[in-house]
């Protein structure tokens, strides 16, 4: 077997570790993104109670003024009530007290809701974020781990990388190139053995000359049916040429 040969199968051979390698790795992403998920579905509940929280309390704010506001017009309507000297002018102010007295009642009512409201508000946000800081105190181990696993696989496919193209030194590079492709599309092995009469990827027969000249030229040819590279690794039995000649 020739030694360029020899260096490719070899480079197969890595490049099939590497798969693997590459493999574990890309396994590691929907832990990540489970883990991900989880902690965005917390931190969103945390940021919705936030921004309700503070558009209550923006309505807490406004009503309050508007309760200051409406005081200070019920007070002044007492002292008009207290001033007026003509039934007239007090069943008006009386109407004006009345009315003044009822409004606020109602707006420190609703007032009262919405203190209620806040609290409760505030009391689920401290929750989420209970909920938030347990689930990343659980979430630090599987992480780490994760993380190292990582490391370690990353360390492993340089090494790996750095052996298979030391390989791949020993190789054509136009040679290297056709199978670099292949291999990329097929994303598995590109260079196979003949097996007996046919491919030993697609078991398609090989015609006679070609199948002459890699054995005996030790030639790498590509399967018209398949497009993989191919080879041959040992003679064919005589058993098999004879049968060929005979067709």
């Given at each position: ?179 670099d492709r292949l ?61 060929e000649a005979s067709?």
């Amino acid at each position: 077997m020739q030694p360029e040969l020899v260096a490719l199968l070899a480079v197969q051979e890595d490049d099939g570790a590497i798969r693997l390698i590459e493999r574990d790795l890309a396994a590691l992403a929907p832990r990540i993104a489970s883990l991900d998920k989880a902690r965005q579905r917390v931190h969103d509940e945390v940021e919705r109670s936030r921004v309700a929280i503070e558009r209550e309390t923006e309505r807490y704010r406004t009503l309050s003024q508007r309760i200051t506001d409406h005081r200070e017009k019920h007070e002044k309507n007492l002292a008009t009530l207290d001033q007026a000297r003509k039934l007239r002018e007090a069943t008006a102010a009386m109407a004006q007290v009345e009315m003044a007295r009822r409004v606020l009642a109602e707006e420190e009512s609703e007032l009262a809701g919405m203190a209620r409201r806040l609290g409760e508000m505030t009391s689920a946000q401290e929750a989420h974020r209970s909920a938030a800081a347990a689930l990343e105190a659980e979430q630090a181990t599987a992480r780490a781990e994760i993380a190292s696993e990582q490391e370690r696989l990353q360390a492993s496919l340089k090494a790996a990388l750095t052996v298979r193209n030391q390989k791949a030194a020993g190789v054509n590079p136009g040679l290297l190139s056709r199978y670099d492709r292949l291999a990329i599309r097929r994303k598995s092995n590109a260079l196979f053995a003949i097996r007996g009469l046919t491919c030993g990827a697609c078991d398609t027969a090989i015609p006679l000359q070609r199948r002459n000249a890699l054995m005996v030229a030790g030639l790498i040819d590509v399967c018209e049916a398949c497009g993989v590279l191919l080879f041959a690794s040992v003679e064919p039995p005589a058993a098999e040429a004879s049968a060929e000649a005979s067709a």
